[in-house]
């Protein structure tokens, strides 16, 4: 789903509000004191942060209670992508990237998150409950990436990451019960492009598969700036239509031999590409997959690298067994996530919903 048709002609003319989307996406990042209406107290902001996070198909399928003392997170089920994430997967690992980013917003509060899944609260659904409490304030180097951190579709341009930077990358990657392996070499990488060329091959055959997707794409800056969420066809470097345009197009050029052409040449111009791996298959093991990816992000994105997700193998439910095969994980482990990294050029920023729209 990454690029959707990003092979479209961009000289077709985009549409004409494009500035007024993006400059409302750089007003969602703006430092507190220039969004202290968009966020009126500490706490509002601090969630503020957190939806700066990744979700998958930018559904931003959480719901955040403000306590006291404490920020609840819980899953927002009408968010749900059954066709590509059957069980819930990518949702909980979308609620492990917010609490994450409040993690670092807390602290450079002057507040210590400790963050608890609870699987039996909200009826079974599964909670995360922050709990905060007061300690000296420190801004650091993830938290100052929170407002510039994406997920950048685009090409990098081919060159090495150092070493050091990579253990760093390995170190922020790795969580309780969860670990990221990094590929550099190039024999490996190929490998993964097979997965993720079949998988995407699949995706893209799957009729329930591009109907999700289609409804989650936002064509043009109007229906990205009035909705606030979903996929705006302009961060994946494809032009800004109506509707009604853009979906004809995407039948048109959004084919499986496009798409992956495309994936083989932003593999190749990657830096490497990082796995996350739990030990487990479960809803506390996919949040802390969440926050371990997210912490990978942050870091990755104070060092000037740049990622981007090449979820196929995991998401396709044939392919997943044999890609961990490959990896030669154990029958208790799941891959989670595949991520591709490198340096580049920033993309179109992607939107958010109002933070009033997400607190309950
Ligand atoms: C669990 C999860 C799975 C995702 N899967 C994909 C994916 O397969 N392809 C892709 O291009 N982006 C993927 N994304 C990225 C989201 O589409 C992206 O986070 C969202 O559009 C918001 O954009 P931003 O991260 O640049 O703020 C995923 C994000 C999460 C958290």
């Known amino acids: 789903m990454a690029g959707a048709f ?4 961009l000289a077709l003319t ?5 500035d007024a989307e993006q400059s409302a996406a750089r007003a969602l990042r703006a430092p507190r004191a220039q969004s202290a209406r968009a966020a009126p107290s500490l706490m509002h902001d601090l969630v503020r942060q957190a939806v700066l996070a990744p979700s998958s198909h930018n559904t931003q399928c959480w719901r955040f209670q403000i306590d006291e003392k404490s920020i609840s997170i819980a899953p927002d089920l009408t968010r749900r992508c059954p066709a590509v994430d059957p069980d819930d997967h990518h949702l909980f690992v979308s609620l492990g990237c917010a609490t994450e ?3 670092h917003a807390a602290l450079a509060s002057g ?3 400790d963050p608890r899944f609870d699987p039996s609260a909200s009826g079974g659904a ?4 922050v709990n905060l409490t007061t300690t000296q304030q420190r801004i650091t180097p993830l938290f100052e990436a929170i407002p510039v951190r ?3 579709r685009g090409d990098y341009d081919d060159q090495r990451i150092s070493p050091a930077e990579l253990r760093q990358l390995e170190q922020a990657g790795t969580g309780d019960g969860v670990s990221v392996r990094l590929m550099t070499a190039r024999p490996a990488m190929e490998s993964v ?3 993720v060329v079949a998988g995407n091959t699949a995706q893209m055959n799957d009729a329930a598969f591009v109907a999700e997707l289609k409804a989650w794409i936002r064509f043009s800056a109007d229906e990205a700036l009035r909705t606030g969420d979903g996929l705006f066809a302009g961060a994946s470097g494809n032009p800004a239509l109506p509707r009604w345009l853009g979906s004809r197009l995407m039948g048109l050029f959004f084919t499986p031999k496009s798409e992956n052409e495309r994936y083989a040449r932003q593999v190749r111009n990657s830096a490497g590409i990082a796995v996350f791996v739990s030990e487990r298959s479960d809803k506390a093991h996919w949040v802390e997959a969440g926050r371990c990816y997210e912490r990978f992000a942050l870091q990755a994105t ?3 690298i740049r990622n981007a997700f090449l979820n196929q193998p995991v998401e396709v439910g044939a392919i997943r067994p044999q890609f961990a095969a490959w990896m030669g994980l154990k029958a208790s482990e799941r891959p989670d996530l595949v991520v591709r990294f490198g340096r580049g050029a920033g993309m179109p920023l992607s939107m958010r919903r109002p933070v009033q729209a997400v607190i309950v």
């Open 6 to 9: 990003a092979t479209a002609p």
């Open 14 to 18: 985009a549409c004409s509000s494009g």
């Open 101 to 103: 980013n409040l993690v």
């Open 111 to 113: 507040l210590h998150a």
């Open 126 to 129: 599964g909670v995360i409950a």
């Open 150 to 152: 994406q997920c950048t």
């Open 193 to 195: 492009l097979e997965y």
């Open 302 to 304: 104070a060092m000037g």
